[in-house]
Each structure stands twice: as C-alpha cells, then as structure tokens.
C-alpha cells in the first residue's frame, strides 16, 4: 500500500470513527439514565422497544397532606377555640393568618399557650377545687346546693377558709374558664375537660392542699 492510497483510506474511515468517539462520550456522559432505561425494556419487537413504567420514583411530598398529619397530632375542641383566638389576633393586627404553614405554627403555639395556662391553673388551683371540677366532669352539672355543702365541709377541714364565702371560693374556677355559671347551674367547659386530661396525661396528682 502506497502513502496516497493509506491517506485516502483514513479519509474514508475518519468520519465513523468520530461518530463512534462521540457515541461513547455519549454514553459515559449518560450512563446512568440510560441504565434506567434499558432497565424497564420489557420486549423488542417490529415496532421496537417496548418499556414499562419507572418504578421506585420519586414524587413531591404532598404540602396539604403533611399539613394535615401535623394539624391531627394535636386535636380538641379547647384547641381548636385557642387557634381561633390566635387568627383573630393575627387579623386584628393585619398580619398573615392563612396558609398551610402559618396553620401548623399556629396550632402548635396554640398547644404551647394551653399547656401553659394548665401549669399556671395547676399551680394556683386548691385540692378541694380539682375535686369539684372532677364532679362536675362526671355529672356535667353541679347544683348550687351541693357546692355550698362542699364548701361548707371544707372549711371544718381548713380553718384558712374561714373568712372565705362559696363565691369567692368558686370565682378561680370561673375566671379561668374551667366551670361556667348559670342561674344555680355550674357546668364545666370544654376548657376545663381538656384541664382534667392534661391533668391525666402529664400525671399531676388531684391531691393538694386546701
């Protein structure tokens, strides 16, 4: 072979052999997606490749639904009241008070805010009165009778209740939410149940003093 006739044999070969150069930049380039794909090749026929679906993908985490589960991880009545306040709050003051996450932030201070004030009850309020609000849970009502008859027994327990009169004696239980009060009716609120379990959960003993 001649030098003319081996220089036009490379002139002949040069373009397959870039084409195939460039094949495999190619595929080393996108070795990985192209692994995916021959991986759901299912069958070659006339019409050529036929693959299945993409298994084990990934998808965006649904916002709405994960709101959801965090919204349901605390869930009562009493809490539900607490959020209300909070968005009310938040209007009165033109700030934000809509959206998935200013919903779970606010029901979680919402939760933080309760747990507060039933550590706050719990500090201040009298043995005796637990065992009215425990009645009261039970019975749903409480007749004023049976109050002053409580009452009454209380003071020959304790001598510091001397001076005291049944309504002062009830006033923190109604100021604070836990029993409300009509005619000679005392019947306890949403606000006071979730007290009472609270109560149960954390395990705070009704025995106290007074």
Do not use: C
Request: net charge neutral; proline share 3%.
């Amino acid at each position: 072979m001649t030098f003319d006739q081996f220089v036009r044999l490379l002139d002949v070969l040069k373009w397959p052999v870039v084409v195939l150069a460039v094949a495999l930049i190619l595929i080393f380039l996108f070795r990985a997606q192209l692994a995916i794909f021959f991986s759901r090749v299912t069958s070659i026929g006339k019409e050529g490749l036929k693959t299945g679906p993409i298994t084990g993908q990934q998808t965006q985490p649904d916002r709405a639904k994960q709101a959801q589960e965090l919204m349901r991880a605390f869930d009562s009545a009493a809490l539900v009241e607490q959020e209300r306040v909070i968005k009310a709050d938040l209007e009165r003051r033109g700030l934000e008070h809509t959206g998935e996450t200013i919903d779970v932030l606010v029901r979680y201070l919402a939760q933080s805010q309760l747990i507060v004030s039933f550590e706050e009850i719990y500090r201040l309020i009298f043995g005796s009165q637990i065992y009215i609000l425990k009645r009261a849970n039970e019975n749903r009502v409480l007749k004023r009778p049976a109050i002053e008859e409580h009452f009454r027994h209380t003071q020959t327990l304790f001598p510091a209740f001397a001076d005291w009169n049944v309504d002062h004696y009830m006033s923190f239980l109604l100021t604070r939410g836990l029993l409300q009060h009509t005619g000679d009716d005392y019947i306890i609120t949403t606000f006071g149940m979730e007290f009472l379990a609270w109560m149960v959960r954390v395990g705070a003993g009704e025995y106290k003093p007074l």
